[in-house]
């Protein structure tokens, strides 16, 4: 069930952060307590897969997470982008894989913050390693936000 804000989100549990991207999905989870996030590595997609939910709605069943946040790709002024759509659309599906609870956050700069909490790092490794670093920045933010709810 997708929700439309974090008032009904559960406050206690592993949650699933997520940085939906056509090519490589980005993935961290929260301890229970929501006191920790790690990063988890990235889900690679082959040219044209489309089972994105499919692969998410597993590895959320083998994290055992209470709930996913999903990063939302929108403009500076608010506006969406044709990704915004596919992100929405991929929540759609993931919301018929699993009966998690499903929360979308905006993500205006997560790669950026993400990218400078890393440090020097080669650009191989930033490749590899900056979706799911995005998704530990969805993941921190949307905790925030749960404990404000």
């Known amino acids: 069930m997708i929700l439309p804000d974090f008032k009904a989100f559960p406050r206690e549990g592993r949650v699933l952060g997520i940085d939906w991207g056509l090519r490589r999905i980005g993935v961290a989870v929260s301890d229970p307590m929501h006191n920790f996030v790690f990063v988890r590595d990235v889900i690679n997609m082959p040219r044209g897969a489309e089972n994105h939910a499919d692969l998410v709605a ?11 946040v999903v990063g939302v790709p929108v403009y500076a002024d608010g506006s969406y982008s044709d990704t915004t759509k596919m992100v929405y659309d991929f929540m759609e599906k993931l919301s018929e894989k699993t009966s998690l609870p499903i929360c979308g956050i905006e993500e205006n700069l997560t790669s950026h913050a993400a990218q400078e909490s890393m440090g020097r790092v080669r650009v191989r490794d930033l490749k590899q390693r900056l979706d ?7 993941l921190e933010n949307a905790i925030a936000m749960i404990n404000r709810a």
């Not at 799911?132 to 969805?138: F, K, L, M, Q």
């Open 58 to 68: 597993d590895l959320a069943a083998q994290e055992n997470v209470v709930g996913i």
């Open 132 to 138: 799911s670093e995005s998704a530990r920045v969805i």
